[in-house]
């Protein structure tokens, strides 16, 4: 069996995930001099560079992504054999997430998932854009990826939009389309939804990697292109798109988790027009090997139980 130096394992991975050989040898209480001659003694036995060091940069290469993605489960699989035969539990959890996710649905729940479990441990790793899915990343994931080698994937909620507006936009709309209520409203936007392209539109980069798309697919499920001539507001992010509603920018797109229409907190309203159904399906990632552990288990669980306590209020 040609095993590396096994004491330089845990050195590279603590390394890889700080990336920094100072914080590193301040985690593992040894000396930065110590860390080095770790990492040289593991790339001479590898063949390997492992980091580009450039100043004071420092980088993975290639090879010690790969090498890292491959003994990081391994470390981890070692280290929770050992707590479960010394009797003790691992109840810290990364969980990675998109930002508009974290800040709308779960914070405002972390409360109550301290209540029912209360030894979980929970760090939130907010990502802009799809997160790795990789142990450095996170233990477990909030993701549209739905296949990845090693991985089990758990649908968790398919994504809805529809247009919402500040009050004081609604009045605009009211004002311009010669209505009074949202039921008159409702028949003016159902036999002409191109109505809506008279006022300014608010549209967000990251639904589609495209602006407009999102208004664009939202006409097309009307039976109608996107008009020309809009006045269009332009975010990279959902999360900026409905604050910028908020402020009576114009009119977004908005989804579920977002916009709860019972318990309306941020001064917005959801336009009577058809809901999009986005087909963008969100899942629970985590690895196969760890499927058994009792944290990672409550976790999923109560994201579950939650999400679908919310669907239901959608139907």
Same mark, same amino acid.
């Given at each position: 069996?040609?095993?590396? *130096?096994?004491?330089?394992?845990?050195?590279?991975?603590?390394? +890889?995930?700080?990336?920094?050989?100072?914080?590193? %040898?301040?985690?593992?209480?040894?000396?930065?001099? %110590?860390?080095?001659?770790?990492?040289?003694?593991?790339?001479?036995?590898?063949?390997?560079?492992?980091?580009?060091?450039?100043?004071?940069?420092?980088?993975?290469?290639?090879?010690?992504?790969?090498?890292?993605?491959?003994?990081?489960?391994?470390?981890?699989?070692? !280290?929770? !054999?050992?707590?479960?035969?010394?009797?003790?539990?691992?109840t810290k959890l990364r969980l990675a997430v998109y930002s508009s996710f +974290?800040?709308?649905?779960?914070? *405002?729940?972390?409360?109550?998932?301290?209540?029912?479990? *209360?030894?979980?441990?929970?760090?939130?790793?907010?990502?802009?854009?799809?997160?790795?899915?990789?142990?450095?990343? !996170? $233990?477990?994931?909030?993701?549209?990826?739905?296949?990845?080698?090693?991985?089990?994937?758990?649908?968790?909620?398919? #994504?809805?939009?529809?247009?919402?507006?500040?009050?004081?936009?609604?009045?605009?709309i009211q004002h311009e389309l010669q209505v009074n209520t949202l039921e008159e409203l409702e028949i003016i936007l159902a036999e002409n939804p191109q109505a809506l392209a008279q006022f300014p539109l608010i549209?967000?980069?990251?639904?589609?990697?495209?602006? +407009? #798309?999102?208004?664009?697919?939202?006409?097309?499920?009307?039976?109608? $292109?996107l008009p020309e001539g809009i006045n269009f507001h332009r975010f990279s992010h959902l999360m900026l798109a409905h604050e910028a509603a908020i402020h009576s920018l114009g009119i977004a797109l908005v989804n579920d988790y977002m916009f709860n229409e019972k318990e309306p907190k941020d001064g917005l309203v959801k336009l009577p027009c058809t809901v999009h159904d986005a087909k963008d399906s969100f899942y629970i990632a985590y690895k196969s090997s760890r499927r058994q552990e009792p944290a990672l288990n409550q976790l999923r669980r109560w994201l579950l139980t939650e999400f679908n306590e919310l669907s239901s209020a959608f139907q």
């Open positions: 069996m040609n095993l590396p *130096p096994l004491k330089s394992l845990p050195v590279f991975e603590s390394v +890889a995930r700080l990336n920094s050989f100072s914080l590193a %040898a301040e985690e593992l209480h040894i000396t930065q001099s %110590a860390v080095s001659h770790h990492i040289k003694q593991l790339e001479d036995h590898l063949g390997e560079q492992l980091f580009i060091r450039q100043g004071r940069k420092l980088e993975l290469t290639n090879e010690g992504k790969g090498y890292l993605d491959s003994i990081t489960g391994s470390l981890n699989q070692i !280290a929770r !054999a050992t707590e479960n035969i010394k009797g003790v539990t691992e +974290a800040v709308y649905w779960l914070i *405002p729940r972390l409360p109550k998932l301290k209540r029912l479990h *209360p030894n979980l441990d929970i760090t939130i790793e907010m990502t802009f854009s799809e997160p790795e899915l990789s142990d450095r990343t !996170a $233990d477990c994931f909030i993701t549209v990826d739905s296949e990845k080698r090693g991985f089990m994937f758990e649908h968790f909620y398919t #994504e809805r939009l529809f247009p919402v507006c500040s009050q004081t936009m609604l009045q605009t549209t967000s980069y990251s639904m589609y990697e495209r602006y +407009a #798309e999102d208004w664009r697919r939202w006409f097309e499920q009307q039976g109608t $292109d």
